[in-house]
């Protein structure tokens, strides 16, 4: 490669490099942003600090089924099992699945350890513009 440097007081400024070059560099540096995003994904999953999750899950999510029913049945709990694990009724978190009540931040964060999520899992997602 070869470039042109430009000078101001004495110190490198600029590197002028012909297109290709430039293109190349561009090229290399975003494989090597995808290449460190990737091992950050697999050290995070190694570490059991993420999971992956499948597409049926995150389809029922997006079609706005409620949060706490889809994470609950996919780790394969009932309610009671669910109830019994976050400390509150069955019946309680059958009427937060049916959208009977609303949780309070403190109940829902139970629910969540219990699910293995963070609160925010749990909350319900606006609908998308458009949609």
């Given at each position: 490669?070869?470039?042109?440097?430009?000078?101001?007081?004495g110190r490198?400024?600029?590197?002028?490099?012909?297109?290709?070059?430039?293109?190349?560099?561009?090229?290399?540096?975003?494989?090597?942003?995808?290449?460190?995003?990737?091992?950050?994904?697999?050290?995070?999953?190694?570490?059991?600090?993420?999971?992956?999750?499948?597409?049926?899950?995150?389809?029922?999510?997006?079609?706005?089924?409620?949060?706490?029913?889809?994470?609950?049945?996919?780790?394969?709990?009932?309610q009671s099992?669910?109830?019994?694990?976050?400390?509150?009724?069955?019946?309680?978190?059958?009427?937060?699945?049916?959208?009977?009540?609303?949780?309070?931040?403190?109940?829902?964060?139970?629910?969540?350890?219990?699910?293995?999520?963070?609160?925010?899992?749990?909350?319900?997602?606006?609908?998308?513009?458009?949609?």
């Amino acid at each position: 490669m070869t470039a042109q440097i430009i000078r101001k007081d004495g110190r490198p400024e600029y590197a002028i490099v012909p297109w290709k070059d430039y293109e190349t560099l561009v090229r290399k540096a975003e494989e090597l942003d995808d290449t460190f995003a990737y091992d950050r994904a697999v050290a995070e999953l190694q570490q059991g600090h993420d999971e992956l999750v499948p597409a049926e899950v995150v389809n029922r999510l997006l079609a706005g089924e409620p949060p706490i029913r889809v994470w609950r049945e996919y780790r394969g709990l009932t309610q009671s099992e669910l109830a019994a694990r976050s400390g509150l009724s069955q019946s309680y978190v059958a009427m937060l699945e049916r959208g009977a009540r609303r949780g309070t931040i403190d109940k829902l964060g139970r629910l969540a350890q219990a699910l293995e999520l963070d609160t925010e899992d749990l909350l319900p997602q606006p609908p998308e513009a458009g949609a």
